[in-house]
């Protein structure tokens, strides 16, 4: 599977965003799809999971309330819908896929996702 984020961009805090991960090669219900983000002189770190069946999520105790992983199995497309944004959450933000055969199986761990693509920018002014 191949992927590709977008969506970022320079907002102010305060401001929402909603990034798209894109999926071709393979449907996004075979995989269990992760985003993470790094910021500089950090380590990549978990944002949000959704389970290949859809039925399991789970978001980052500092996103949670303000973000939201979802996907459009029709369009192939996994979202991070990001409300109430801080400046703390300046990092570039990547989407990974990653099998697991627990129909609820994540990580919140870049080792349990094996396929990543480049990442988008998010800048959140004060």
């Known amino acids: 599977v191949q992927l590709q984020a977008f969506g970022g961009g320079l907002v102010q805090a305060g401001d929402s965003l909603r990034l798209s991960c894109a999926a071709s090669?393979?449907?996004?219900?075979?995989?269990?799809m992760g985003w993470f983000r790094q910021a500089p002189g950090k380590e990549r770190e978990f944002v949000a999971a959704i389970s290949w069946s859809g039925g399991n999520t789970d978001h980052a105790d500092s996103v949670k309330g303000r973000f939201t992983i979802s996907r459009d199995i029709a369009k192939n497309t996994v979202y991070l819908q990001m409300n109430s944004l801080k400046p703390e959450d300046t990092a570039v933000y990547y989407c990974?896929?990653?099998?697991?055969?627990?129909?609820?199986?994540?990580?919140?761990?870049?080792?349990?996702?094996?396929?990543w693509g480049p990442g988008t920018q998010v800048t959140v002014s004060s």
């Open positions: 090669g393979r449907a996004v219900s075979y995989y269990t």
């Open positions: 990974a896929a990653g099998i697991y055969s627990s129909s609820s199986g994540y990580s919140t761990s870049p080792t349990g996702y094996n396929h």
